[in-house]
Structures are given as structure tokens and as C-alpha cells.
């Protein structure tokens, strides 16, 4: 089934790995065991971890020993602020269609879609990162990530 909400696999990575590096904020995590915990590519997670260095939430230490860090304490992180790191501001919605096509000043929908964007962008306004509850993310899945695969078929 299609779901009306989206979002985007770089926004779903940087908000699950932020509440990773949340839950360890001492701890420099490599983009590997985020990728491995999270059961993503390495890559696609480290390119969103880039922008969440860029947007200065996220610190990066280059190097063998180089990971990944909260730039500043959980509690002062929104999540809205993640997802505008990653996607831009949020745009108020749209017709479904993506261009007008009733002849009316309202939407057959009435204002259900501006409440459930006002409700969902409230709530990524009002939650903080020490507030997600990270027991809901597997320590690991088990399976190799992309890259780890290839890595072990090249030895």
C-alpha cells in the first residue's frame, strides 16, 4: 500500500543515527557501525552524515580512529532540525496532484492535509534527541552492509 507520508531515506538515516550518537555521546562512532547498526550502505549513511557535519549538528574526526559525534548536547538537538539539514526547510502542502486541478477555493480533503503537516512538523520541532527512545533501534541486524560484502569477496 502507498503511504501518504514519505520520507526520505537520507532524513530516516541522519534522525536514526543521530539518535545512535545520542545515546553514546561520549563515544566516536565510525560510519561503519552506524551503517551496520542501522542494516544500511556505508556510503549512503556517510553522505548523510556530511550534512549533518555541514549543518553543524554532527561532528566528524578523520582517520582509523575518526568517527562521528553530537556536535552539541542531545537535549539542545531537534529533529526538525535534522530533517532541514538534510531536505531543506519544510514546504507546506500541496495539492496531491501537485498542481491545481479543482475549480474550488478548497481542497476535497478540506484542511486535512495542513493539520497533519502542522502536527507533524510540531512534533519535530518540540522532540529533542534525548527524548527519542533509542532501545527502538537493533544493536545490529546480522548482515553485512554493501560495502563489508565487497570487501570480503576481495580478500
Not at 575518526?66 to 495539492?95: M, Q, T, Y
Not at 510540531?122 to 537493533?138: A, F, Y
Amino acid at each position: 500500500m502507498h503511504s501518504l507520508l514519505k520520507v526520505s531515506d537520507a532524513v530516516n538515516l541522519a534522525m536514526h543515527a543521530s539518535a545512535i550518537l545520542a545515546s553514546e555521546p561520549e563515544k566516536l562512532m565510525a560510519a561503519r557501525e552506524l551503517a551496520t547498526r542501522l542494516d544500511a550502505s556505508e556510503a549512503t549513511l556517510s553522505k548523510a552524515m556530511q550534512q549533518l557535519v555541514r549543518a553543524s549538528l554532527v561532528t566528524s574526526t578523520r582517520g582509523p580512529a575518526g568517527g562521528f559525534r553530537l556536535a552539541r548536547d542531545p537535549a539542545r538537538i531537534k529533529l526538525k532540525s535534522i530533517v532541514e539539514a538534510i531536505e531543506g526547510p519544510l514546504a507546506a502542502p500541496e495539492c496531491l496532484f501537485g498542481r491545481r486541478l479543482c475549480d474550488r477555493d478548497e481542497c476535497l480533503l478540506g484542511d486535512t492535509l495542513g493539520r497533519a503537516h502542522r502536527m507533524l512538523e510540531e512534533r519535530l520541532e518540540t522532540m529533542t534527541l534525548d527524548r527519542v527512545p533509542i532501545s527502538l533501534i537493533r544493536r545490529s541486524s546480522g548482515r553485512p552492509t554493501k560495502r563489508s560484502t565487497r570487501r570480503k569477496k576481495g580478500r
